[in-house]
């Protein structure tokens, strides 16, 4: 099957489901040529003394991203398809200043993070899951298909060469940030989509961010901007979908707030706070039952976060009798209004960058909705939700979700 094949189906009127055919057409397909294969990887080894693992106070201190020995790249050709990956030092890219990507967007992404174990082991957390939304990313800037069980195993590969120097054994309970991206490099200008890309991963450093001061602030956007809208890209992990919220970012920050609430519409609807998805642990008005409330998938507006997947499950399984999961859209106006009947219990927000960071305020047009923090600036649910999942990350529970990074 060549990575392009145009749909079989006939339609009258062009639907987005077109991408839902590209990505039924990429599962259980077998390796043929062309096709990422991660069996193929040629391997290029950096010298291991040229540059020296940062402390931990040291891996985020400059305005660079320290990454580790070496990096993964792949090329794709709409004639010839995908080329054999390359394991290879860590370096620049080199690009046309015309790369496609330079001047439309085609840049999608992916974040997972690779965790050295109490156990000593490293392991990754649901990989597949980043895998399978970064074809979909991938496919909706029409970027080329792969089979995501190649990227996983890619991805294990660079976390199984890089994990003993850079996240050694000595260091449990931390962990590295993994970045895989695809970009279409064609050096033609002119709004088409490219013939030429690249996927690569990196892995690096990033702060641990899951627990703000005094608790992470959010301020609602303004009123007349959107992150995401119906029929829009807000699902995907797209670069275009990031560059453009950094001004409202900025402008909170500098009234003191870590985040930006996303509502969306008349209506305000609550979707994600900054790039994480976000969570509120109320007593529904009707009942007074504690329900753990977060926004739905079904409209994609936001994006399928493995963090909030994973959150929605434990809580769904491990909670069953006491917290009521609920995904449904809700409103800012709920949320003032629950808080003025004193019915707020928690909120966070939950992604793999802030993991599960308790919330302490949101402010919206003149009016501040105060959260509870607990003991120890975490809600009780919050600290249960975020346990369960480190446990997994960490080894300290044996779950399938955990997958081990072995070099063999
Ligand atoms: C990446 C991201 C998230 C979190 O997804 P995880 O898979 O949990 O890391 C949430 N919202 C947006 C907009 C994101 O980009």
Redesign the pocket.
Known sequence: MAPHASDAVEQTDLTSSAMEHRIAETNGHTAAKGELDASKLTIQLADPTAREVPTPENANAGDETICTDHMITCQWKLSSGWSAPELKPYGPLSLMPTASVLHYATECF???KAYRGFDGKLRLFRPN??AK?MLMSTLRISLPAFDPVELEKLILTLVATDGDKWLPASRPGSFLYIRPAMIGTQSQLGVQAPKEALLFITASYMPKLDAYPGGLKLHTNPEDMV??WVGGF?YA?VGA??GPSLLATNEARERGYGQILWLYGPEGYCT??????FFVVWRAKDTGKLQLITAPLDDRL?????????IVELAQERLAGEVEVVERKYTIAELLEANKEGRIVEAFA?????FICPVSLVHHRGEDIQIPLGKSESGQYTTKIKSWMADIMYGNEQHPWGVVASKD
């Not at 939950?350 to 802030?354: D, E, I, V």
Request: charged residues 25%.
């Open positions: 992916e974040g997972l899951l980043n939304r992150r995401a807000g992990k979908n990031y994600e706070a900054g790039a994480s998805n936001i994006l399928d976060g493995v963090t909030r997947r994973s939950a992604g793999t960058a802030y």
